[in-house]
């Protein structure tokens, strides 16, 4: 198993230009989550997917978009880039079953720098 | 006041000593409990979970205490190889949790 994955690792955009970070996990898990981490800050979630289907906002959801593409798929999208979205995005996913207490497996990490 | 709260540190101290992490929720209906390492520019990676009675790991210890809200994780004869932040994340009930992690304690560990 691969776990979790993210592409890209690293990215330097120019202010206003879009992309798309790329997540997905191989363990069958209901929930995916993004979140962006910043010196100081901690993990902050930007959005989230408790299952196939649904997203919501998390605690940061400004200037971003996801889509939950399938079971295994979660896309973040950046549609206009600006340099206070510089930081270091991670993916996680979790099962999230009832009866189960079960935490989050994260991805390595996409580095994005916006200029 | 945040949900989960941590010192931040630095922790400073010499290999073989014993060093121990607080943290504390305020969300009383956090069900499950769990301790990250993250090392630099890496991931955070599951280190262990909290059970009620207290759960060892080799040389970590983990303890919850429900009463006064807190975690907590013990670190034995530390090594080198221990430097890293160490994140704690309170889990609510319910199947569409949103984990709440706290910003993490930063260890180092010297010769």
């Known amino acids: 198993n691969a776990g979790v994955t993210q592409t890209p690792k690293f990215q330097v955009l120019k202010t206003g230009q879009s992309m798309t970070l790329q997540c997905a996990q191989d363990m069958n898990h209901n929930s995916m989550y993004w979140y962006r981490q910043d010196p100081g800050m901690g993990l902050r979630l930007i959005y989230y997917?408790?299952?196939?289907?649904?997203?919501d906002k998390g605690e940061v959801p400004n200037g971003y978009n996801v889509s939950r593409l399938n079971k295994r798929e979660f896309s973040l999208r950046l549609e206009s880039a600006a340099p206070s979205q510089t930081s270091v995005y991670f993916c996680?996913?979790?099962?999230?079953?009832?009866?189960?207490?079960?935490?989050?497996?994260f991805g390595p990490g996409t580095r994005l720098l916006v200029l | 006041r945040k949900e989960v709260e941590q010192d931040p540190g630095p922790f400073n101290v010499p290999e073989g000593a014993t060093v121990a992490f607080n943290c504390t929720y305020s969300?009383?209906?956090?069900?499950?409990f769990f301790w990250y390492r993250q090392d630099c520019r890496k991931e955070p990676k599951l280190l262990m979970s909290v059970y009620s009675s207290g759960n060892e790991d080799g040389r970590f210890t983990a303890q919850l205490n429900r009463a006064s809200q807190y975690i907590s994780l013990l670190i034995r004869d530390s090594k080198l190889s221990d430097s890293a932040t160490y994140l704690c994340v309170a889990v609510p009930t319910g199947t569409a949790s949103k984990l709440t992690f706290g910003t993490g304690t930063r260890l180092q560990v010297t010769l």
């Open positions: 969300n009383s209906a956090s069900q499950s």
């Open positions: 997917s408790a299952s196939e289907g649904t997203t």
């Open positions: 996680a996913s979790r099962i999230s079953l009832a009866g189960v207490q079960e935490t989050q497996y």
